[in-house]
Every structure is written in structure tokens, then in C-alpha cells.
């Protein structure tokens, strides 16, 4: 099923911005950015050089964006173990070129059955974030691994073991750790401290690895080759295992993930998520990601406003988006969780979002914000809102193959280097059970997003593929942590509204809006916004704001892709 939303807009307005040629680029909060990467065959962006050249390779020998994907995984768990890999989880998005079906595939990690609902407290009290990540309870089942065979299985042209050649072969003759790596192990080094193996592979002799230091890891080589030979069983059964759960039982804080919790395991495919704008439509991961439906209620409600003639640099452009996304991020923080445990009203019903849009016809930054009261067959169930805290993190992986089918992939291991848990196998553990509430309750309320034995938790991830006439036009996602719905959604508008090209629209400064305070990426042009925004009735707060969005454009005359200057990814194509 596709959630099909009409277009709920004046519709000749948004039609108009539909068929507009697309305006010059604005300058003024417009950076200077680097040409987009430009391509005819295929192109493969991703947030590590020598991932993006494992990928590139499959994709010149005619691999297919599956194929590719598999590389660049298999090679971003060993250079970027900070973001994702083997021990975490992913949701992917699919457009099979042969057949102009989507899918999308969930290999979000899940609670142990053993896990409470008061995982994540003590004495009836939340745990501290960092408390409850570090160590063993906070570590969901793997999806990633599964994620992979399953996608190649349905997709994949290229012989399986040899998409981990490049990954085998820089895990035993070492690579040199990258500047953001370095800068990231020596500011976490007191964390990577609390395990003696993940210390003795960050910081050894307890001095954390410098840029340029040449890191050999050979447990994460025999485990790929063991994942080449045997496919997922070597993962989720035999050695590799039981590494798993004796290293998450003898942490200093132990988890309850067991054996029979890995052999369970399993990708679910679930429907696509669409929304209507500008004529496109913006399709995503839904629940338990409240990615799409997060991204997509933003868009849906500013479609009736002229964003495109607002332009980047009028601050009631950034009015609209702000108040939009408040409203968004109040349902998502109401209703938005693993929909396979709780149900979930019609969060694009297109009346709904018409009452919603009318919101923000002021001027002025709305005073107050709420969740609504979308449609739904469960309206006797009543929920309380969560307040979890996601900090950012993950990894973004954007594919298109030569014969035409895309690939969005966002993965994680959840914080920075998860739960500073490294396996015997030569991989960090996730850290993805913190992205559940650790309260149950509200006031005698239930949270949809509690902790539930089996369920997985509530993600940001948006892999999104914007489709227009049944074919694909843009791959893009980021990590970020619960701010990865505003990178993504900023984007697309900065793409389709304001005509920048994929790089530019990354490279775009960032404002956020979130639950009411307007964030202003530090160091570019939207600082000088914090005024302006003030003067609407916000509170600003200029900060860093490190997405790592990768994107490609797909047009009749060929692939333009570009990689965030904010971190070290790389676009390539040919
Ligand atoms: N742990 C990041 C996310 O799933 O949104």
C-alpha cells in the first residue's frame, strides 16, 4: 500500500510550482558550492572515499545498486565504525527500474524478548542517556547484516563473497583512520574507555589512534570473510554470536540479548510512504521510522504557501517551514513508533493536513504547538507524548546503477560509536534501544514508543526516493539524529522550490526547527537569520549542525550527485 494524499493545495498554486521553471539559484544564505558531481551510467554517493570507491567498483563492473551497497557497507563498518556497520540497523529504499515498483525494507534492530518496559529505568525513574548507552542494554538485535543478503538476494547481478574484497582486504592490511575519525575517538575517549577491547582498539596503549595512524583489524576481516562464505548465517549463528552476547553479557552493564533473539531476526519489508509535493512524490521509510511520514507531513504542510517565491533568503520562508516542522514533530512525538505494536491514526490524510496548513497562515511564529487529532480507528486510545532524546550519528548511502534502479540506504549503530561495545567479530554493538522512551508513562498515559520485547524503536531515518511520473528524479538522506527529518526536508525544498542543484541544496546552511527553538548552523549566512527569527517569536540557537547528506539527481540527461561538505563523503560516478 502507498499512503496516497491528494493534493491537498490551491491547487493551481501548487501546480504552478510544479510546472515553473525552476528560479537561479539564490544567492545571499546561498553558499558557494563545488559543482555537483556529473555522471551518465551510474553513481554512487557515500560518506567515506574509499566506501564510495568499494561501491564504484562493483558499479563499473556492472553491479547492480544492491551489489554496490553491500560494498560500501561492508567498507564504512571498517573507516566510518562510528556511524554504522555489522552491529547496527538500516531501512532501505528501492525503485526496481525493470518493473517501477518501490519497497522498502526494515533492518531496524529489535528489543530483546527478555527486555521490560523499565529497561531504561531505576527505582521507576529514566536512567541518564549516556548512563543507559554505554554498555550492554542498550544493544537491539542487528538488522544490517540480514538487510544486506536480503537486499542482494532480490537485486543483486554480482557474485555475493566478492563484494567484500575491498573490505577484507583494508581490514587486514589497515587504513589510515580519517581526520573526522581521529577528532571523534579522542573526543569520546573516556566512553571507549569503559570496555577493555574497544579501548584497545581506539586508543591503544591509552592514546587515542591520530589522523593518518595506519589501523589494522583483523577479527572484522575473518568475520567478513566468513559473512562471504556462509551469507548471514555466520552472523546470526556459530562463533560470531556467541561473540555477541557474551561480550553484551560481561559488559560492566549487561543486556539480556540472547542467542535465540539473533536466530529470530528478521528484515520485514513494509509499504512505502508517500506524499504529494510540487508535483512529485516524496517517498520514505515508514513506522517504525517516523522518517517519511515526519518529512512528509512537513512538506505537505507548507505546499500551499509560495515557498518558491519566498526564496531561501525571507525569513517567512523559513516561518513556514519552522512551524511546519513543529507540527510535524508534535505527532511524530504523539502517535509516531513501531506500528506493528501500536496503532497509528492517518497522519497524511489529506483533510487533516488541510486543517493543519491553515495553522500557519499568520505572520508570526506560532505561539503554541500541539499534536492533532489526525483520523484514526482507535480514537478511545490515549497517548502521551515522548520526549526522547536522539542525538546524531548514522551514515547515509545514495545509489544509482546503470540500469536505472535507485537505492536509498540510511544505517546506524545509533550514537557515536553505540554502546562502546566492541565484538570478538572486530565490530561495534548498537546502541539503538535509547531511541525508545525510557518513560512508559505520562501522567498515567501511555508512550506509543515504550520499550516492548520484539518491537524496534522509533527512528529519524529518512532514505527518501522523489519520484515524478513513476520514475525516480532524486535519492537523499543524511544522518543527524532526530534533525535528519530537517536536513532531508530542507533539501528537497532547496531542490524543487528554489532550483538548486543537489549540491548546492546540501550544502544549503541549515535551520532546524524542531519543538519550538529555531537552530542556525554556526558559521554560515543563517546565523544572520536569528533577528529576523527572533522578531517572528522564536528563540534561536546558532550551533553546529553536522548533517552528512548525500543526494543524486536523476534527469533525462544524466545523474548529478553531490556529498556534504560537513563531513568527508564523496559523490563518484561515470
Ligand atoms: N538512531 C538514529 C535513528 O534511528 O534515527
Known amino acids: 500500500m502507498i499512503f496516497a494524499l491528494c493534493l491537498l493545495a490551491?491547487?493551481?498554486?501548487?501546480?504552478?510550482?510544479?510546472?515553473?521553471?525552476?528560479?537561479?539559484?539564490?544567492?545571499?544564505?546561498?553558499?558557494?558550492?563545488?559543482?555537483?558531481?556529473?555522471?551518465?551510467?551510474?553513481?554512487?554517493?557515500?560518506?567515506?572515499?574509499?566506501?564510495?570507491?568499494?561501491?564504484?567498483?562493483?558499479?563499473?563492473?556492472?553491479?547492480?545498486?544492491?551489489?554496490?551497497?553491500?560494498?560500501?557497507?561492508a567498507v564504512l563498518g571498517l573507516v566510518e565504525p562510528q556511524s554504522s556497520g555489522l552491529g547496527g540497523g538500516a531501512f532501505l529504499v528501492w525503485y526496481d527500474a525493470a518493473t517501477g515498483a518501490l519497497t522498502t525494507l526494515d533492518g531496524r534492530e529489535t528489543a530483546p524478548m527478555a527486555a521490560t518496559p523499565?529497561?531504561?529505568?531505576?527505582?521507576?525513574?529514566?536512567?541518564?542517556?549516556?548512563?543507559?548507552?554505554?554498555?550492554?542494554?542498550?544493544v537491539g538485535t542487528p538488522g544490517t547484516p540480514l538487510l544486506m543478503e536480503e537486499a542482494h538476494r532480490r537485486w543483486g547481478r554480482a557474485n555475493w563473497g566478492g563484494l567484500f574484497d575491498e573490505a577484507i582486504s583494508l581490514a587486514e592490511d589497515g587504513f589510515a583512520v580519517s581526520p573526522r575519525l581521529a577528532t571523534l575517538i579522542a573526543d569520546d575517549a573516556e566512553r571507549l574507555s569503559s570496555s577493555e577491547a574497544t579501548a584497545a582498539y581506539f586508543l591503544p596503549g591509552g592514546t587515542p589512534l591520530a589522523e593518518g595512524a595506519t589501523l589494522v583489524?583483523?577479527?572484522?576481516?575473518?568475520?567478513?570473510?566468513?559473512?562471504?562464505?556462509?551469507?548471514?548465517?555466520?552472523?546470526?549463528?556459530?562463533?560470531?554470536?556467541?561473540?555477541?552476547?557474551?561480550?553484551?553479557?560481561?559488559?560492566?552493564?549487561?543486556?539480556?540479548?540472547?542467542?535465540?533473539?539473533?536466530?529470530?531476526?528478521?528484515?520485514?519489508e513494509r509499504p512505502a510512504v508517500c506524499a504529494p509535493y510540487r508535483g512529485a512524490e516524496i517517498c520514505g521509510m515508514g513506522p517504525p521510522s517516523s522518517g517519511a511520514l515526519t518529512v512528509g507531513q512537513i512538506l505537505a504542510l507548507i505546499e500551499p504557501y509560495d515557498i518558491a517565491a519566498l526564496g531561501p533568503d525571507d525569513p517567512q520562508a523559513w516561518r513556514l517551514i519552522g512551524?511546519?516542522?513543529?507540527?510535524?514533530?508534535?505527532?511524530?512525538?504523539?502517535?509516531?513508533?513501531?506500528?506493528?505494536?501500536?496503532?497509528?491514526p492517518r497522519l497524511l490524510d489529506p483533510g487533516y493536513l488541510a486543517e493543519r496548513a491553515a495553522l500557519l497562515a499568520g505572520d508570526d511564529a506560532l505561539p503554541e504547538v500541539t499534536a492533532g487529532t489526525p483520523p484514526w480507528d482507535h480514537a478511545a486510545l490515549e497517548l502521551a507524548d515522548d520526549t526522547s532524546l536522539e542525538l546524531p550519528s548514522t551514515s547515509h548511502i545514495s545509489i544509482v546503477d546503470s540500469a536505472g534502479n535507485?537505492?536509498?540506504?540510511?544505517?546506524?549503530?545509533?550514537?557515536?560509536?553505540?554502546?562502546?561495545?566492541?565484538?570478538?567479530?572486530?565490530?561495534?554493538?548498537?546502541?539503538e534501544l535509547t531511541d525508545f522512551s525510557f518513560r512508559t508513562h505520562s501522567d498515567g498515559v501511555p508512550i506509543a514508543n515504550r520499550v516492548e520485547p520484539g518491537k524496534r524503536p522509533r527512528s529519524s531515518m529518512s532514505p527518501t526516493i522523489v519520484m515524478r511520473d513513476g520514475a525516480p528524479v532524486m535519492v537523499v538522506g543524511s544522518p543527524g539524529g532526530s534533525r535528519i527529518i530537517g536536513y532531508v526536508a530542507k533539501t528537497i525544498v532547496a531542490h524543487l522550490d528554489w532550483g538548486m542543484d543537489v549540491q548546492q541544496a546540501i550544502a544549503l546552511p541549515h535551520l532546524v526547527n524542531r519543538f519550538g527553538t529555531y537552530d542556525l548552523e554556526e558559521g554560515t549566512a543563517a546565523a544572520a537569520l536569528a533577528e529576523p527569527l527572533a522578531a517572528l517569536g522564536y528563540e534561536t540557537n546558532i550551533r553546529g549542525l553536522t548533517s552528512g547528506l548525500h543526494a543524486i539527481a536523476i534527469a533525462a540527461d544524466g545523474l548529478t550527485g553531490g556529498a556534504d561538505p560537513r563531513r568527508e563523503g564523496v559523490a563518484i560516478g561515470e
Open 118 to 138: 523499565t529497561l531504561f529505568q531505576v527505582d521507576g525513574e529514566p536512567m541518564g542517556f549516556f548512563d543507559a548507552v554505554v554498555g550492554g542494554l542498550s
Open 323 to 344: 512551524d511546519a516542522s513543529r507540527l510535524a514533530f508534535a505527532d511524530r512525538g504523539r502517535y509516531m513508533a513501531d506500528s506493528d505494536f501500536v496503532p497509528m
Open 217 to 268: 583489524n583483523a577479527a572484522y576481516a575473518e568475520t567478513l570473510r566468513a559473512f562471504a562464505r556462509d551469507g548471514s548465517d555466520a552472523f546470526y549463528s556459530g562463533p560470531v554470536a556467541e561473540g555477541i552476547v557474551a561480550t553484551i553479557r560481561g559488559a560492566a552493564q549487561p543486556g539480556v540479548l540472547t542467542l535465540d533473539d539473533l536466530a529470530a531476526y528478521d528484515v520485514v
Open 10 to 73: 490551491p491547487a493551481a498554486f501548487a501546480q504552478q510550482a510544479a510546472d515553473a521553471v525552476a528560479p537561479e539559484a539564490a544567492t545571499g544564505l546561498a553558499p558557494e558550492a563545488p559543482a555537483p558531481v556529473t555522471a551518465q551510467d551510474w553513481m554512487v554517493a557515500a560518506a567515506n572515499p574509499l566506501a564510495a570507491e568499494a561501491g564504484a567498483r562493483v558499479l563499473r563492473e556492472g553491479g547492480s545498486a544492491a551489489d554496490a551497497m553491500v560494498a560500501v557497507q
Open 406 to 431: 535507485a537505492l536509498s540506504m540510511t544505517t546506524t549503530i545509533e550514537n557515536g560509536f553505540g554502546s562502546r561495545l566492541l565484538a570478538p567479530g572486530g565490530f561495534l554493538l548498537n546502541n
